[in-house]
């Protein structure tokens, strides 16, 4: 084995069904007091059952949370959060909900509970992302971190089922990039495999039931798993795709995600054949790449960049920005054979 290190960042978890209920206990376990309730248009009424469970705790909804948290949404948040004299926020939502809360934590060092309702994993990572003048700035910052997670699979019972294929594919794609990250170790590639395992039993189940709720407590629970490798190792050729073409070309995150996972591995195969072997095993199939190319066809998820909004004449641009600064990668990143998985995906082909 080689020699590695394992630091932690712990959040306080709290997993199970109705574990939303526990959200006064656990804002008294962090001396948080005067929460300001976080969420999107969408979910205002998720964001109103949760400001009635907090009761007297609660000084506000702000339910304006929208993808990529545009910078000047984040500055209405904190202004907000300050007049309210909030000390804490409860994000209860998707990848974006929970990064708004990060971008108030940025400023304010406000401390925040996390009720995740998709498979993104934001609520287990330090990075965080803020949207001004078409410009992503990302970052990661342990302030940024949720002090406490209620995982609570209730409220996933909502989540569209084809956004719960997506969003389990975008969790799939954390574990799967973690199991060849140089700063990997064998922990979070036990947790990695475990997440991927949970996902691919979980979402056949979900999209023959959506309301399954013993198959919305798996997808979760491997979503928590991958979001925790997503934080704490770092990603690859595949996420440096899926950060341009969301942030360049605003393609939906979870559905590029989908479609570029079995491309982006196909490209790394004969650079980390251990990782594939370990993501084919976590999938119950032969290969890594086709298996999850396989899984979502089976989910009827999107398999081209060109059926999701991404336009031909971007291909060549999307290939400059992937090769101006990629991510640490298993296998060199070139610009000739990047562009050509671009093209592969944007048709949908054959995984080379
Ligand atoms: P999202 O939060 O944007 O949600 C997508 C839509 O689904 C929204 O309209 C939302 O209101 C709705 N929704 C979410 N959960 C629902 C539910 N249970 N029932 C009904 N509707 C629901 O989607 P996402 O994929 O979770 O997040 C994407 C964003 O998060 C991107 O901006 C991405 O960059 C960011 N992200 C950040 C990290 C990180 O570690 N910082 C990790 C993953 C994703």
Redesign the pocket.
């Known amino acids: 084995m080689q020699p590695f290190v394992h630091e932690t960042h712990g959040a306080r978890v709290v997993f199970g069904g109705g574990a939303r209920q526990f959200l006064p206990r656990e804002l008294e376990q962090l001396g948080m007091h005067r929460v300001l309730v976080l969420t ?1 248009p ?2 205002v009424e998720l964001g109103q059952q949760i400001a009635g469970i907090l009761e007297e705790r609660c000084v506000g909804v702000y339910a304006k949370a929208v ?2 948290v545009p910078a000047d949404v984040a500055r209405s948040a904190i202004d907000t959060a300050r007049t309210l004299g909030a000390d804490g926020c409860v994000a209860a ?5 929970i ?1 708004l809360a990060k971008a108030i934590a940025l400023e304010s060092d406000l401390p925040i509970i996390a009720l995740p ?2 498979y ?3 609520e287990m ?1 330090p ?3 803020i949207t001004d003048a078409g410009l992503k700035k990302a970052g990661r910052d342990w302030r940024v971190m949720p002090r406490g997670v209620i995982y609570d699979p209730e ?2 019972l ?3 089922v084809a ?1 719960s294929m997506t ?1 389990g594919m ?1 969790a799939i794609a954390h574990a799967a990039e973690a199991l060849y990250a140089r700063d990997g170790n064998p922990i979070y590639s036990l947790m990695a495999e475990e997440g991927i395992r949970a996902l691919a039993g979980a979402l056949p189940r979900l999209r023959r039931a959506s309301a399954d709720i013993d198959a919305r407590s798996d997808a979760l629970y491997g979503a928590w798993l991958c979001g925790t490798v ?2 704490n190792v770092q990603m690859g050729v595949h996420h440096k795709l899926c950060h341009t073409l ?1 942030g360049s070309f605003n393609l939906p ?2 559905e590029v995600h989908t479609v570029i996972l079995p491309y982006a591995l196909a490209y790394n195969a004969d650079a980390a054949p251990q990782a594939m072997v370990r993501i084919a095993k976590a999938l119950g199939r032969e290969s890594g790449p086709a298996g999850l190319r396989e899984l979502g066809e089976s989910l009827a998820a999107p398999r081209s960049l060109r059926e999701i909004g991404m336009p031909a004449d971007g291909l060549d641009r999307a290939a400059d920005l992937v090769v101006e600064t990629p991510y640490p990668n298993p296998r060199r990143i070139e610009r000739g054979p990047i562009l050509e998985l671009l093209q592969r995906a944007y048709e949908g082909a054959e995984l080379a």
């Open positions: 999107t969408e979910q993808m990529h939502g998707g990848g974006s909900t990064g309702t998709t993104a994993g934001s990572t990075l965080y992302g409220l996933t909502t989540l569209p956004l969003s975008n997503l934080g969301g995150h979870a």
